[in-house]
């Protein structure tokens, strides 16, 4: 496949999804600043056309703002065949920008020029605060899978980061794709036995009936 000349997906899928999304937020607030950005991507994990696409991660960062020692940018893990997406989320505002790569897009010679016709788009204020006052209307949207069929874990991660959640419990939403009460029982869990279990040189062997969301955690 060509892609002139380019590794992959490398960095400027990442940056034009980035590019559109900063468009779509800066429509809702005209003064955002990038400190207060939280991007969210299965970039990495998706493949496209049988390619990697972690070089699209590169793209993402925004004079070294978006990353990970900030813990600003969150790797979500996926199947290799699910569509490459991202979501750019603003503390202040509230508002998600949501980009999608389009499967009908995809040719035999993806170039550096395609800007917005790559990605689907959508945005929305999904902090919790807000849905919560418009629990009714967003019943619908999530029905009509505004963010493709991601609002859920998209949702939860970005409000539970925005509040500070502390990194080992980001390392557990980002393998488990999402934030539910079942990785809090494991954080927990794994909080008790450190404290009062100690690993020591060997770690821990964890057996569990009915394994679910704790399990990830763990």
């Known amino acids: 496949m060509k892609t002139d000349n380019l590794s ?8 034009t999804a980035m590019n559109n999304a900063l468009d779509l937020l800066k429509k809702q607030n005209s003064a955002l600043r990038i400190e207060n950005l939280i991007v969210l991507t299965n970039a990495g994990y998706a493949e496209v056309n049988e390619e990697t696409t972690e070089g ?3 793209g993402v960062d925004l004079n070294s703002w978006i990353s990970r020692g900030r813990h600003t940018l ?17 503390k202040i505002s509230g508002y998600c920008a949501y980009l999608e790569l389009k499967q009908s897009e995809l040719t035999a010679s993806l170039t550096t020029s395609m800007n917005q016709a790559l990605f689907s ?18 019943k619908l949207k999530f ?4 963010f493709g069929g991601n609002e859920f874990r998209i949702i939860t991660i970005v409000n539970t980061i925005a ?12 393998f488990h794709d999402h934030y539910c009460p079942g990785v809090t029982s494991g954080v927990l869990m794994i909080q008790y036995l450190k404290k009062h279990f100690p690993a020591g040189k060997r770690g821990y062997f964890v057996h569990t009936i009915d394994p679910l969301c704790k399990e990830d955690a763990l």
């Open 8 to 15: 992959g997906y490398d960095k400027w899928m990442g940056k």
């Open 163 to 174: 509040e500070g959640a502390p990194l080992y419990v980001m390392r557990a939403f980002e």
């Open 56 to 58: 699209a991660l590169d």
């Open 121 to 138: 788009s959508a945005i929305e204020r999904v902090d919790a605060n807000y849905l919560y006052e418009h629990a009714g209307n967003y």
């Open 143 to 146: 029905k009509n899978k505004i």
């Open 74 to 90: 969150i790797e979500i893990h996926s199947a290799s065949w699910e569509p490459l997406w991202f979501a750019v989320y603003d």
